[in-house]
């Protein structure tokens, strides 16, 4: 007997994903891929191209932007009408930066690069895409849009080794949305600089720090607190959720779209 997959795990270099997302479409699976989905505006369009069918076949598809599937966002998210109209948004992704894999002896530049993809634009689209994609993504959930333009700037202060590919270690980017709000975003590389990994969104009648899972008025009183020992494992709860709806015949995931247009926020 053949044992036929019910899902298709997409976790290769994000380069890839949008042929690999297109062919398990074809194939008629369940998928659970990675953040980002693409790195250019072509993969894009390939991924909202196959999303569209995905949905068509009723297929369940899961993105890991895992803030959508842990308790204390999911809670805030529902009490965001307490702050009012969110009128603008700060968001971090900076820390000291991650692994690099030297080189060996007669490894051919291509699988230099597929090893150390994170290093490679056409591999990962840079840490602005591969890692702070996370926070972009909060922001454009709670704003139920996308931003319409952007500004910005970047370069490579302290990644300026043949080893260090051809990515940045610092981004800054003012992204505006269509009621012209403004979300001043910045993600950093660099050690011995200022670490955080969060984001805060401020409207019309208060602000909510989503990583300490409070939301407050403009004097500072506290209007909600969520209980942070009760928090889950979203990296565990995105998987449960697709594989439960699978399980039960369920239909309820059009992840590819809004990570498709999350990941396109951070290309742009």
Request: glycine share 8%; charged share 25%.
């Amino acid at each position: 007997a053949i044992a036929l997959a019910d899902v298709v795990i997409l976790t290769t270099p994000p380069g890839f994903r949008p042929i690999h997302f297109e062919e398990a479409v074809k194939q008629g699976k369940h998928i659970f891929m990675e953040k980002p989905v693409a790195t250019d505006p072509v993969g894009i369009r390939k991924v909202l191209a196959a999303a569209e069918v995905a949905k068509q076949k009723k297929l369940n598809v899961v993105v890991g932007l895992q803030r959508r599937y842990q308790n204390s966002y999911r809670e805030m998210f529902q009490r965001k009408d307490m702050i009012g109209d969110i009128t603008s948004a700060q968001a971090w992704w900076n820390n000291d930066g991650v692994w690099v894999r030297p080189r060996t002896p007669q490894q051919t530049e291509m699988e230099y690069q597929m090893r150390n993809w994170y290093y490679f634009v056409w591999l990962c689209g840079d840490h602005i895409c591969e890692q702070h994609i996370h926070n972009i993504d909060v922001i454009n959930w709670f704003k139920d849009g996308f931003p319409v333009k952007a500004q910005g700037m970047g370069g490579r202060q302290v990644r300026k080794g043949k080893d260090n590919g051809e990515i940045f270690d610092h981004h800054y980017v003012e992204y505006t949305y269509a009621d012209g709000s403004i979300l001043n975003s910045q993600c950093r590389h660099i050690p011995g600089t200022m670490s955080r990994v969060d984001e805060y969104l401020v409207g019309t009648k208060g602000t909510i720090k989503c990583d300490a899972g409070t939301i407050a008025d403009h004097k500072g009183n506290v209007l909600y607190q969520f209980n942070l020992k009760t928090e889950n494992n979203p990296y565990q709860t995105e998987h449960d959720e697709l594989f439960a709806a699978i399980a039960k015949g369920e239909y309820k995931f059009w992840d590819a779209e809004r990570g498709a247009k999350s990941t396109m926020t951070s290309i742009l």
